[in-house]
């Protein structure tokens, strides 16, 4: 006769080891909850981490940058914008003039990378999204003013409350033999300080923002520019507007995504995230091994009742699916425990900040944190995986004792 599943089980799945082997169940299940909630938790930061990369540079990067394919400026023509701007979704396109400076304030010196651009920078940049103190846009009333990453501020020591004192630029000219006048080998001009911007650190040690302007006169492009920003309309796939204006701009420029520029950071942290997330599957791997014990040690301890099954009729495949079954239980229970407490402690943490930085200069607070589906979905395929295999020879090896076990 063919027993039925639940009455098979609990046939044999008692005695005197049972409270032994619950024990090890238990324990088994502890450790892929936390395996579990600790995979989440560390795939969920890093997913916050690169959320949070790609805002703050989406604040300083537009969100196609054009260059020329060959040099560090090119003649500029306003049939390109006409032409980018004619493209479906794109809202902006700002001229750009970028260089290393000399920048004196009061007494103090240093390098910066000078970035000069026009009006459409002022309407779509997200640069206005991180001002710290000051004033936007560049432009006001007709005056031309600088925006100065916070790092060079700290630098120069800085104050905006100062009216007296202009932020001086220098520039070397392309001067020819003969010159010994000092004052005619480079260009200076002076602009007055408009507004502090604080992003990254890299942005916000380098960087000065001033109308293009500006930047003509001081390097003397003439009509030479070194780049040129676009900026889409949400809606619009960056992807899609990228290959429209390579097709109009031809070989001679190179089209980039602003993601694009931080390609290498980015792959960094999907590798990372990714040996994350293979010594996570490891450490539960290394748990199920108990599951495997228990289930070993209960095949061991019940050959003779399922000897007695076989004999009354059970089929192998009833066997091996009755460990398979508890197999499953004790590693989707912990599953199950760890995925709900995963999730709901970075939900939390998403909704208050309760873990912080650590750090009083951190960008932010407390640690970002952000669900991804995929996530979720790989985890569970990963203990899928691994329960079946910690399974499988205790349970193969439970449907094969009747042909080596008789009766006693």
Do not use: W
Request: with cysteine; glycine share 8%; proline share 3%.
């Amino acid at each position: 006769m063919n027993f039925p599943f639940f009455i098979a089980r609990k046939y044999f799945l008692s005695g005197k080891k049972k409270n032994f082997i619950n024990v090890i169940s238990i324990i088994s299940m502890i450790v892929v909850a936390i395996g579990t909630m600790s995979l989440i938790l560390s795939l969920s930061v890093f997913n916050g981490l690169e959320g949070l990369l790609r805002s703050m540079y989406g604040n300083f990067d537009p969100d196609i940058v054009i260059t020329p394919t060959a040099g560090k400026s090119f003649e500029f023509d306003s049939s390109y914008v006409k032409k980018i701007k004619s493209i479906e979704g794109v809202v902006g396109v700002s001229e750009v003039i970028e260089d290393n400076v000399l920048v004196e304030y009061k007494e103090a010196q240093r390098l910066v990378r000078m970035k000069g651009v026009n009006r459409d920078f002022d309407q779509y940049s997200g640069i206005k999204n991180v001002m710290v103190s000051g004033s936007f846009p560049l432009v006001r009333d007709s005056i031309g003013y600088a925006l100065i990453g916070r790092g060079v501020q700290y630098d120069l020591s800085l104050s905006l409350r100062n009216d007296f004192y202009t932020l001086q630029m220098y520039y070397p000219k392309d001067i020819g033999p003969g010159v010994i006048n000092p004052s005619k080998m480079y260009n200076l001009l002076n602009i007055i300080p408009g507004g502090i911007f604080a992003i990254e650190k890299y942005y916000d040690d380098n960087y000065v923002f001033v109308p293009i302007e500006f930047a003509k006169e001081l390097l003397e492009y003439g009509n030479k520019i070194s780049s040129m920003d676009v900026y889409l309309a949400q809606e619009k796939d960056a992807k899609t507007a990228k290959t429209d204006i390579q097709e109009i701009l031809g070989s001679s420029f190179q089209v980039k995504l602003g993601e694009e520029l931080h390609s290498d950071l980015y792959k960094v942290l999907k590798i990372e995230k990714l040996f994350v997330f293979l010594i996570l599957v490891a450490i539960i791997g290394i748990a199920s091994i108990n599951i495997f014990f228990s289930l070993t040690m209960l095949v061991i301890e019940k050959k003779k009742d399922i000897s007695i099954l076989f004999a009354q009729g059970a089929q192998p495949k009833l066997i091996r699916n009755i460990f398979l079954y508890e197999g499953c239980i004790v590693a989707f229970s912990g599953a199950l425990i760890g995925l709900i407490l995963g999730i709901g402690i970075s939900l939390v943490q998403q909704e208050f900040g309760l873990i912080g930085m650590g750090m009083g200069s951190a960008v932010i607070n407390s640690y970002p944190v952000k669900i991804e589906v995929l996530d979720v979905a790989l985890a569970i395929l990963a203990i899928i995986i691994i329960t079946i295999i910690a399974s499988i020879q205790p349970a193969i090896k439970a449907s094969r004792s009747f042909s080596t076990h008789t009766l006693q």
